[in-house]
């Protein structure tokens, strides 16, 4: 709050973080050339220095006598652009701000309060002064001096996890982590909390995130802390996913939960799971999502019908509905590939009218170019949020809707998983899109067949009790359904 009215009641405000900005009296100021500028921003960091320190700064380039006289126009140069002496001369060699004057920086009250919100960006982004070595010398130390307090300070507050939600956390990591990605340390503090929370899947994948880094940058690999901690979570994930299986389809229920794992790691994965009509493919895919429902992943369904499978585009619309809201609820970044999602499917163009469609006549109408780009804005949200596709009864998919799928899955993203059901025996489309993908080892085939004679047993006890069955039911429901999870509501 001090440092509110502080700034508020400044006269002179500098902002040096991201582009710096210059305001005098609550009115936006701009310098008339970039040397005037320079000596400026040293003193209001600086403070204090001597009239030749400054001028050998700026001015290194020139002999001594031309270098003063230099500094002497940019001193009057700033008086006339404020109408007051911003920078003063106690005495015939010093240097100083006005204190008469109250200054306010937003370097000044991030060196002193540690408050990271004030780094925006680069410590005077983009600005350069030519024929200025010294200066450009003092501007590159700065620099490095605010990024490594910056960095010192959001590790600190990793290192204090007791005081953090996992997403403050995050926040911090993702802040470190988009200034030095090498950083092993910090890596491991993130690491830490994730397990703390039992969120090791995270953990996993971070931590393959920093050993692609390191070998694509440096040709190493993660140090030994971090390997012990990695396996320590592969473990722990393991018996987490043997933890939330249920009795009914064992088998099944692990490999999908095995596949989300590697998936929350980095690694592609694809899934058809396939069976007879009833057997529970549906019922076990909900299941599975439901348990996975408080991570972070974005889930998008789409249930194929027959009587819609002549119907282009008919599951990527559904999806669409959902993704587009989920794109400005989220306020993701997607404008570079809106106008190609319009294109494909204008039903949910931003645009009014019939001309929506053709809003942007400057743009080829190519099925191929825009298919592709329509692909790259699927992409564009699994950069922010991994992303789960699930597809019901793939079989009645239409074949244009079948080439993007087919497309899209190729592209291995590490980010975006697609979960698929279809039938036990099949051919036709189905044939020429899945044959080869499952082949090529693209999409990994889980046939869920019916439930043994044992299972039957287990889940209808858990369900109705042991005292409540009457003589031979368990018999009569497997013989007559043969373990088929859709006929059990006769019974």
């Not at 306010?104 to 350069?128: A, T, V």
């Not at 390997?227 to 939330?244: G, H």
């Not at 949200?381 to 993007?404: A, G, R």
């Not at 109705?464 to 497997?478: A, H």
Request: hydrophobic letters at 40%.
């Amino acid at each position: 709050m001090e440092k509110d009215i502080l700034r508020d009641s400044a006269d002179l405000k500098v902002y040096l973080f991201k582009t710096p900005e210059i305001y005098f009296c609550g009115e936006s100021v701009t310098m008339p050339y970039k040397k005037a500028e320079a000596l400026l921003y040293y003193m209001i960091i600086e403070k204090r220095t001597t009239r030749e320190h400054a001028a050998a700064l700026v001015w290194d380039n020139c002999d001594d006598s031309t270098a003063k006289k230099n500094l002497r126009h940019a001193l009057y140069t700033i008086k006339k652009v404020f109408h007051i002496d911003v920078i003063i001369s106690p005495d015939r060699q010093s240097l100083c701000l006005n204190p008469r004057i109250k200054f306010y920086s937003d370097y000044d009250d991030f060196m002193e309060n540690h408050n990271i919100d004030l780094y925006q960006g680069e410590f005077l982004s983009g600005f350069f002064v030519k024929n200025a070595y010294a200066y450009d010398e003092w501007l590159v130390f700065s620099r490095n001096k605010v990024q490594n307090l910056y960095l010192c300070i959001l590790e600190e507050k990793l290192e204090r996890q007791e005081d953090l939600t996992v997403r403050q956390a995050e926040e911090l990591f993702e802040k470190y982590i988009a200034q030095d990605a090498l950083e092993e340390r910090v890596y491991y503090h993130m690491m830490k909390i994730y397990g703390d929370n039992g969120l090791y899947h995270k953990g996993i994948r971070i931590y393959h995130q920093l050993k692609s880094l390191l070998y694509k940058e440096l040709k190493v690999l993660p140090g030994k802390e971090l390997v012990s901690l990695y396996e320590d979570f592969l473990e722990k994930d393991k018996e987490k996913a043997r933890d939330k299986t249920d009795v009914g389809h064992e088998k099944e229920r692990k490999r999908l939960l095995e596949a989300y794992r590697r998936f929350r790691g980095g690694s592609p994965e694809n899934l058809l799971l396939t069976g007879e009509s009833g057997v529970g493919k549906t019922y076990l895919l909900e299941q599975f999502l439901s348990q996975i429902a408080k991570d972070d992943c974005l889930i998008f369904k789409a249930v194929c019908l027959e009587n819609e499978q002549r119907i282009r585009f008919q599951p990527w619309n559904v999806l669409m509905l959902q993704m587009m809201k989920t794109v400005k609820d989220r306020k993701i970044q997607t404008e570079d590939y809106t106008k190609t999602v319009e294109y494909l499917f204008p039903a949910f163009s931003s645009e009014e009218g019939e001309d929506a469609f053709m809003a942007d006549c400057t743009i080829p109408y190519s099925y191929i170019g825009i298919r592709n780009l329509f692909l790259k804005y699927i992409l564009k949200i699994s950069e922010n949020y991994p992303l789960i596709l699930v597809f019901d009864n793939v079989q009645y998919m239409d074949p244009m809707s079948l080439e993007l799928l087919t497309l899209l899955i190729r592209r291995e993203e590490k980010n975006l998983m697609v979960l698929m059901t279809g039938p036990e025996v099949w051919g036709g489309r189905m044939n020429e899109y899945f044959a080869p993908l499952i082949k090529e080892k693209y999409v990994e085939k889980i046939n869920v067949t019916p439930f043994a004679k044992a299972e039957v047993k287990s889940i209808i006890e858990n369900k109705l009790g042991k005292s409540n069955l009457t003589p031979g039911l368990i018999d009569r429901i497997y013989e007559e359904s043969r373990g088929n999870a859709f006929f059990w509501k006769f019974f």
